[in-house]
Structure formats: C-alpha cells, structure tokens
C-alpha cells in the first residue's frame, strides 16, 4: 500500500515531537511527587534503570508496529495481523486517549489560568501571612467557578486543535521545535533560580544521595509505573508517530534519545522543586496540591520581598507548564484524530474538530463535576474526572503497554523484528535477542506487576 500519510521533515523534528508526546505533567507533577513519596534519589535511580530496561523496549515496540503497518494506531493491529482478534488492541488504544483528553485538558486549563494570573501580578497581590491557606482558597474558588475552568479549557483545547489542523511536518513538528527548546530554557532558568535558594543543598541532597533504607516495595512498583506513565507508553500516541517516520529514522537510537530527553527534564524540574519546597519548609511528597498550592505560596513566602523576582519565576513556571501541557495534549489528540480521518475516510480538519468537540463537552463535564456541579454530576459515587481518570491511568494503560509487550513479543514476525530494526539491513543491531527476550517475557511480567499494584494488591507492601 502506498504511503500517502504525512511524514516529518527531519530526524530532530520527529525525535523532538515524540519527545513532546511524552514531556507533560507527568515529568513536571508526577516525577517530583512520587519521588518524594517514595525517598527521593533511591527511587531515582530505580526508575532510571526501568525507563531503560522496560520503557525502551516497550517504546520499540511501539515504534515497529507503526511504521511497519504505516497506518493509524486504531488500524495497525489490523494490518499486521490480518483477520484476527487483535484489532481490538488498536481500538483500545484510540479510545485511551479519547477518553484522557477529556479530562487533561481540565488541567490545561488551570495551567492557562495560573499562567493569567502570575502575568498580571495576581499571586504577588495576595496576602500569604496566614500560609498556604490563602493558596487553598483561590484553588478552590477557582475550580467551583461556572465560567473560569469552561473557558481555560476551551481556550487550551483550541491551541491544541489549530496544531493539530495544520498537519504533521507544518503543524505538529513546527510547533514542537519551538516549543521543546524553549520548555529546556525555562527550566533551565528556573534551575539556576532554583539553586541560590537557601534550601537548594538540602533539596539537591534528597534528589541525588540515595537512601535505600527509604525505599518499599510500594516505591519499587510505582517507579515501574512511573516509567510508563512518564513516556506515555500504552497510549498509541508513539505507534501513531512512528506511522510518520521515514524509513531511514533508527527506532533504536530515536527511542533511548526520547528516553533519554524525558528523563532529563523530570530530573531538572525535581532540581527546581525540591530545592524550593525545602526552602520554605514544606513536605516534598505533598502530592497533587504541589503545583497549584504549594509551589505558588512557595514563590510568595520566599521571593516575596523582592516582588520582580517572584513575578519572573512564578511566570516562568507556568508557562513552562503550559508548553509542556500542550505538547501532550498535541499528541494525545492526533492519535484519534488520525484514526477518525483514515476510518471514516474524511479530512483531517473534519475529524479534528470531531475530537475537539467530544472532548470538549465531555471536558467541560469534567471540569463542572469537580466544581458547580460537583453534587449532581456523580457517577459510580466519584466525580466524572476522577472517574475517567482511574480507568485510563488504573485500568486502560496498564493492559495496553501489556497488550503491546505480548503482540510485539510473541505475534510480530522476527523478519518484522529485523527489517524495523536494522532498517533493511542496512545497519546492525547487536542486541537483537536481548531485545525479543526482554519485549516477550520481562516487560509482561513488569506490566501486570504494574497492573496490580494500580488496583492495590500490594497497597500493604
């Protein structure tokens, strides 16, 4: 079948857009979150050495399935495995991040929002002399507004929709060579802020001297999950991007330079976080409050006698988590959209706007159910973000990266296996062995471990 699918322009545009469907709050909230809860660098490292030996892999995989069938996710298991019941993986993977955008552009959203606010010297007008309290307050009125959470979104979700309008090398890659550069800028910035910081040794000492007395069981396997979590492994976004490289693209190297760009900006934003958490004396595993509490009142009680200064960073902070919101949600809405064009046979503009209106009315749901409309939008006894968020994160992705591990490992062909990765014999792969073995039996047993620990089977570890 001819390839008349859009393809990236350059080998640094395609690594640094797949590197932007995995760079998102999971390496700027998740990262610093579970590493303090789990004793900081001991779990560090454990986490490196999974992204290694568990993330690449699986990514590989990902990436031989999509440009070895050269179609969208939603049809690649179709192609590859004609007639048979493994279809369903593809479908499984176009309605994940269906089903996350939903609600991850109801964070886009705040992000937007505290973005505003840090620009208008909102944060710096606050008076913080009663503690985070104040911080709380402001979270709290905001997510319980009608208005302010619809219209974040909605504005995130059209940036999002333009990109993704525009086509692979014009849009999604363009707009990835600006942003990716410009998301190490700030974070550089805000490391080197980060690091005259009174707290800054004691904050570095918790990221990089490992103490393995601190680390359970239950740390072990969340950094497993974090591993996947963070490069966005399970989704179908990096088998729909492989769908667009050009057959010279080494999936080896492009894979450990993702791997290797995520793990970079999860351990900067932890050298930026855990210095200022420890400046102001708070926990460094104060969990999902940490960017909308905790971090402001951070800015404010420590910078807060020397206003510019607290304006710049806390500025530079969110835009650096809007760029790196919206390199994810860029990514997660062209896996569906890219299904929806190929499968209903209609153009890419058309079956954007499809996705952006689902995903925005349901977002909007999501965003009124945590709010104004918390009491009557209940369903299963939970809110409808909390909801979609528990059966994609708990449920969807884990059986995904495992459903991936098994069809790469035990249904894809070795001869698949050797023209993907020693692209026609035109170069050597010398860990092609290593490679099946590790896919066919390691990262199965990995994931279910990840699987179950999700549901809580080892909560008591």
């Known amino acids: 079948m001819a390839n008349t699918r859009g393809t990236f322009s350059s080998k640094l545009g395609l690594i640094l857009a797949s590197a932007g469907s995995a760079v998102g709050l999971g390496n700027l909230w998740r990262f610093p979150m579970v ?34 069938s050269r179609v969208s996710v939603g049809r690649s298991y179709s192609v590859l495995a004609p007639g048979t019941q493994w279809k369903w993986i593809g479908r499984m993977q176009v309605l994940t991040p269906l089903l996350i955008l939903c609600y991850y552009n109801v964070v886009a959203g705040w992000t937007l929002w505290y973005l505003f606010e840090s620009v208008i010297g909102g944060f710096n007008s606050m008076d913080i002399s009663a503690g985070a309290v104040v911080l709380e307050d402001f979270f709290s009125s905001f997510k ?7 219209v974040c979104l909605m504005g995130f979700m059209l940036m999002t929709h333009y990109v993704i309008t525009q086509g692979v090398s014009k849009g999604i890659e363009r707009a990835s060579k600006v942003m990716m550069p410009a998301l190490f800028i700030l974070l550089v910035v805000l490391v080197v802020c980060a690091l005259g910081m009174s707290g800054a040794s004691d ?35 990096l088998t729909t991007y492989a769908s667009y490289f050009s057959e010279d693209a080494d999936l080896g190297k492009t894979s450990l330079s993702i ?73 997660i809405h062209e896996v569906v959209t890219s299904y929806l064009s190929e499968a209903m046979h209609i153009s890419r503009r058309r079956a954007a706007t499809i996705v952006s209106g689902i995903t ?12 104004a409309m918390k009491d009557s939008l209940v369903v299963f006894g939970t809110d409808l973000f909390s909801l979609l968020d528990y059966i994609t994160a708990k449920v969807l992705l884990p059986i995904g990266g495992l459903l991936i591990s098994v069809f790469a490992g035990w249904k894809l062909s070795h001869h698949i296996w050797w023209k993907q990765m020693t692209n026609n014999g035109t170069k050597a792969y010398p860990f092609f062995a290593v490679s099946i073995f590790i896919v066919k039996w390691i990262c199965p047993i990995g994931i279910m471990l990840v699987f179950l620990n999700e549901l809580g089977l080892f909560k008591n570890l």
């Open 203 to 237: 904050g570095l000492t918790f990221l990089f001297k490992p103490d393995f007395s601190s680390l359970t069981t239950q740390g072990i396997l969340s950094a497993l999950g974090q591993a996947f979590f963070s490069l966005s492994l399970g989704m179908g976004i």
């Open 35 to 68: 590493t303090g809860e789990n004793g900081g660098s001991a779990f560090l490292l454990i986490y490196i050495m999974f992204v290694i030996f568990f993330g690449v892999p699986v990514m590989i995989s990902e990436f031989m399935i999509g440009r070895s």
């Open 144 to 150: 319980s507004s009608w208005w302010q959470p619809v």
């Open 259 to 331: 791997a290797g760009i995520d793990t970079m900006v999860a351990v900067l934003a932890g050298m930026f976080i855990f210095p200022a958490i420890y400046t102001a004396n708070m926990d460094p595993s104060e969990g999902p409050s940490l960017l909308f509490i905790a971090l402001p009142y951070v800015f404010q009680s420590t910078l807060g006698d020397i206003p510019i200064l607290a304006w710049i960073i806390s500025t530079a902070f969110f835009a650096l988590l809007v760029l790196a919101t919206l390199t994810s949600t860029i990514s």
């Open 360 to 371: 925005g009315i349901v977002g909007v749901l999501c965003a009124l159910s945590m709010g």
